[in-house]
């Protein structure tokens, strides 16, 4: 199986009142007994960002602000994402080594794989209901806006 194990948050985590990182309880053991099954391990993370790190209008989200002090910013900001890619990297190298068969570099978009583990995931299952899944309902109840749904509804119905 191959399984995307996300960086930040779970497999390390920010030492408090400070930058530097530090391994999750038991991540070491984790991550061992899933290499021993054979499976296959990618290290995933949103610090491979390609938009962040070389490219702005890769980025779905950017918006064009065309002033100097913005490209000044985008350098700026491009020169942090790529240093915090470069830290896991050596973080990863030194801490737990020869642990991940592949480590994402964001040039592919979302990795394929038969599972992901990741801190802020939702675990959606589109039929019945396990013990810490959620549905499409459940979803829009716990994070949505339900009275924004209503008025939607309510809105589509005065159309002819």
Known sequence: MIIAVDFDGT??????RSSELELMPDVEMGLAAL????????????????ARRKNATLNPLFIRRGSASDSA????????????????LTFVAERIPDMFDAIDDGGQGKVEADLYIDNRAVNFCSVGSGPSSMDWADIG??????????DMYEESEKCP
């Open 11 to 16: 497999v390390v985590r920010r030492r408090r």
């Open 35 to 50: 290499k021993a099954a054979g499976h296959t391990l990618v290290l995933v993370s949103s610090r491979a960002n390609l």
């Open 73 to 88: 910013n985008e350098d700026r900001d491009r020169h942090l994402a790529e240093k915090r890619y470069q830290n896991m």
């Open 141 to 150: 109840e716990t994070y949505g806006d339900p009275d924004a749904v209503a």
